[in-house]
Structures are given as structure tokens and as C-alpha cells.
């Protein structure tokens, strides 16, 4: 038999070797060398040899080349028994330097072995090149051979368990830093799905929902129950569900949260990943990913998951907290019924606008207006009716002024507007097309078409103090009810 074919039938047997079992259930171990026998003897001698119930899957290379092309495509090599000498002198020590510094591959182990150790002394060779052991071939008995193959697929699982949780805990950071700097609970969900996703590198499809304690602004959730609050992928239109087990279609789903919930652990079933998040502020949170890649979790991704979902507790307790803090503080400065800013509110934005004004002589507008005949809109037609007049005249002052601005509800039926760089000619014209515009366009109360006009003052004498010109709006005001109403009066 020619040297090329007994290439092609080692080449052949391992082949079919492969495709007989799972690759990826198997060690793979290359073999470079240009002697045949080497390949025929060393493939006898590992054949049967199993290490933690996995055998091994032998690759064959006959040149530097060959193995170059081969490592450029697989990285899940464990272990190279290389040869020194094969198309060059050196060929072998010039791969290793092509493994480690080019494809930067440190996990590999590199087993030396050559049949003239003249031509690379050992001494040098472990001092100048990054291999992991050195033998010449007459010296590598088979026990020999089966011991440094142990040692180095051993060395080379923990190099790559050393990797993979390197790399995952980065990729947590990478991805959880993002969630502390968001501000709204659905947009930190969403969030926390998309970065779980590609932590777990597979396609977003899942949801996160939370059980709350108390109610939460801008959440549509009584307390105690839970909400879905981000969902995608298959789960998406399961946005707002309260995963009741006789409306959610995803029967497995819910049982599979409700059981992380109930047992206050993540739980890892049928292709499913359930991460419990315990944060505070909240009874119990989870957080749900389906996929193919999610039958694949091994205990060192759990390791890792329990940690992000550790990371996702602080930023969802990070943005629960900051959410009531905005609400906290829309409450003290917003009128609850309107939007508009209150009276508190005006009067600490107006402080520095007219303060403002008043040293620079720039032209001010201070304006109080209030709905005509408001009371009788109450007695007639029910407080009820009266609250939407008020939301009308709100979302039009809201919509006809400037962000710079300021617009306020003072109380009962009367608002306010401070309104910047304004002489007293565009002032009567913005103030009073107002009062037209709000005059033509009838409010429908009790199923009849009723006419809503206000009474406006204005005050552009800008004083020292943002109280004297309201108190002086406040006057005209008074004088534009007693010419007749639904009218401006300015100074």
C-alpha cells in the first residue's frame, strides 16, 4: 500500500468515526506528524481510552499546514501531539507560535514530540515556545503517551471553564451596567430580556414579570398580583397578562414561574430558563427565557446566571425606587387632575423668570385667567362634568404656549401662565386668540352642546417679585368679569 493511501484510509476511519457519535460528546485530539505510523500507532493506543465517561475523537494533519488550516477552523481542539520536523526543520515550533500569538489560542495542549531532539533541545524549546510538554518519540511508550494525554485534557477543561466563566462574567457586566440607567420598570424589563438573550447567546423570546407589593405608578397591577411587564419572541403579545392559568394560553409557562416564585429559586426545565429575582420593593420578580439553547444550561452557566439574576434584583429594586422618587416629586409639583404644574410649582419657576426680567428690562407676561360661570357648570351638569371642562381648558393652555412657559392651575376654576419675552401688544394678541379659540369650539355636557369662555387678566409691568404681578393679574382679572367676561384686559 502507497504512502498516500494509507493516508487515505486513516483519514477515512476517522471520518467515519465521527459521523458514528456526537463530536462534541467526545475529546478531540490532533494529531501532527508526517509519518503515518505515527497517526496508525497513536490512534490504537487512544482509541479505547475514555476520560469522565467521553472518549477520544483523534484529527490527523500531516504538515504544519495541514494543521494550520484545520486549527483556523476548529476551536475546540483540547490537546496537539505535534511533531517538530515534518515540511521544515522547524515546521512544528513555527505552528506553535502560530496557535498561541495568530488565533490566540491558550487553551490548547501542546504535547512536543519528536524523533530528533537534536534538532530541538528540550531546554530551549519549553524556555522559547508555550508547550506544555516535550517528549521524543522513543521515550513515549504507550503508558507514557495515555498519562500526558490525561494530564493535558485535564489542564485543558479547567483552562476552558477558567475562560467561559471569564468571558460570561463579562458579558454580565457588559450587559446588566445598562440597566442602572434606565428610569422606566417596562423599558428595565424589555432590557433585561434582551441582555439574557445574549448572555445566553439564542433568540429573545420570554417575558419578566413582577409581583408588587403596593401600587406602582404607571402600572396597571393591584397589589399581590402579578403583572407581565416585558415580553418577546413567541411570549410578545403577553404584555400586561396576570398569567391567570384559565386566560394564558402558555400553560407550562405560567406553572414553570409560578414554581420559581413559590420556591423562590431558578429552575431550569424543557428547554425553558426561569431565574427568580428577589428585590426589594416587590414580592417576588422572575424572569423567563425559552429556547433551544436554554435545554443546554450546565451547572457553570447556572453559576453565572444566578449571578446576573443577582445583578437584574439590584437594578430592578435601582429602578422601582427611582420610578417612585419621579412620581414622588411629579406629585408635589403637578396638579393630579389637569397635569399642568400647581401653584407651588409656579411660583418657584416664576421667582427666577421675573427676577430674571427684572434685571435685564426683558418684556414678561403674567396672566390669570379663569372659566366663566364655572359654578354653574357644576350645579348644572355635576362635578363630574366640571373636571372635564377643566382637563379642556388645560390640554388647550398646554398645547397654545411655549415650552418656556409656564403654565399652571392655581386653584378651583383659575390658572396662571408666565409667559417670556412677551411686549404687551403679542401679548393681547396670544392671550386673547386664545379666548377665541376656546369660545368657538363647544364642550358637549350632559348631551348638550355648551359654550366654555374665560376671563383673562394680563400684567406686563414687570416687577421686583413674581407675587406683586400676579396680585396685579389678579386685578385685571377681576375687571375683564366685570366688563362682561369672556375677554382680555392688559396693562
Not at 123 to 132: A, T
Request: aromatic fraction near 6%; include cysteine.
Amino acid at each position: 500500500m502507497t504512502e498516500e493511501k494509507k493516508r487515505l484510509k486513516l483519514k477515512s476511519s476517522g471520518d467515519a468515526k465521527a459521523v458514528s457519535t456526537a463530536p462534541e460528546r467526545k475529546w478531540r485530539v490532533l494529531v501532527v506528524d508526517d509519518d503515518v505510523e505515527v497517526h496508525a500507532v497513536t490512534r490504537m493506543i487512544l482509541g479505547k481510552l475514555r476520560f469522565k465517561g467521553r472518549g477520544i475523537e483523534i484529527l490527523d494533519a500531516f504538515s504544519a499546514a495541514e494543521a494550520k488550516e484545520l486549527l483556523e477552523r476548529e476551536r475546540t481542539i483540547a490537546v496537539i501531539l505535534l511533531d517538530v520536523v515534518m515540511e521544515t526543520e522547524d515546521a512544528g515550533l513555527q505552528l506553535v507560535r502560530m496557535i498561541r500569538d495568530k488565533l490566540g489560542n491558550r487553551a490548547v495542549r501542546i504535547i512536543l514530540r519528536t524523533g530528533q531532539p537534536g534538532q530541538a533541545p528540550e531546554e530551549q524549546v519549553i524556555m522559547d515556545y508555550d508547550i506544555n510538554d516535550y517528549k521524543a518519540k522513543s521515550e513515549l511508550t504507550a503508558q507514557k503517551l495515555f498519562t500526558s494525554v490525561i494530564a493535558a485534557l485535564r489542564s485543558w477543561e479547567t483552562i476552558v471553564s477558567l475562560e467561559r466563566t471569564e468571558a460570561g462574567l463579562t458579558r454580565i457586566l457588559d450587559s446588566t451596567g445598562t440597566l442602572f440607567q434606565v428610569s422606566s420598570l417596562q423599558q428595565f424589563a424589555s432590557g433585561v430580556l434582551t441582555r439574557l438573550a445574549i448572555f445566553l447567546e439564542c433568540q429573545p423570546s420570554g417575558i419578566m414579570c413582577v409581583q408588587f407589593d403596593t401600587p406602582v405608578p404607571g402600572v396597571d397591577a393591584a397589589p399581590c398580583s402579578l403583572r407581565v411587564l416585558a415580553s418577546t419572541g413567541v411570549c410578545a403579545s403577553c404584555v400586561g397578562c396576570a398569567l391567570q392559568p384559565e386566560v394564558c394560553q402558555h400553560q407550562v409557562m405560567v406553572d414553570l414561574i409560578k414554581k420559581g416564585l413559590t420556591e423562590r429559586c431558578n429552575q431550569y426545565v424543557d428547554g425553558y430558563t426561569v431565574l427568580f429575582i428577589d428585590a426589594d420593593g416587590v414580592l417576588g420578580a422572575a424572569v423567563l427565557m425559552h429556547g433551544e439553547r436554554c435545554a443546554r444550561v450546565d451547572e457553570q452557566d447556572r453559576k453565572l446566571l444566578a449571578l446576573f439574576a443577582s445583578k437584574v434584583s439590584l437594578g430592578l429594586a435601582n429602578t422601582l425606587h427611582y420610578q417612585k422618587m419621579i412620581t414622588a416629586e411629579a406629585a408635589a409639583s403637578t396638579d393630579f387632575l389637569t397635569g399642568l404644574n400647581n401653584r407651588r410649582q409656579l411660583l418657584r419657576l416664576g421667582v427666577s423668570l421675573v427676577a430674571n426680567a427684572w434685571r435685564s428690562g426683558s418684556p414678561l407676561a403674567v396672566a390669570m385667567l379663569d372659566i366663566d360661570h364655572f359654578k354653574r357648570i357644576n350645579d348644572t351638569w355635576g362635578h363630574d362634568a366640571g373636571d372635564e371642562v377643566l382637563k379642556r381648558v388645560a390640554e388647550k393652555l398646554a398645547t397654545r404656549f411655549r415650552r418656556s412657559d409656564v403654565v399652571a392651575r392655581m386653584g378651583g376654576e383659575e390658572f396662571c401662565v408666565i409667559a417670556t419675552n412677551l411686549t404687551t401688544g403679542a401679548a393681547y394678541e396670544l392671550f386673547n386668540g386664545f379666548c377665541q379659540t376656546l369660545a368657538a369650539e363647544p364642550v358637549s355636557l350632559g348631551g348638550q352642546e355648551v359654550r366654555i369662555t374665560i376671563s383673562i387678566g394680563v400684567t406686563t409691568r414687570v416687577a421686583d417679585h413674581i407675587d406683586t404681578m400676579i396680585t396685579a393679574a389678579d386685578a385685571l382679572l377681576y375687571r375683564a368679569k366685570q366688563e362682561g367676561r369672556n375677554r382680555v384686559v392688559i396693562e
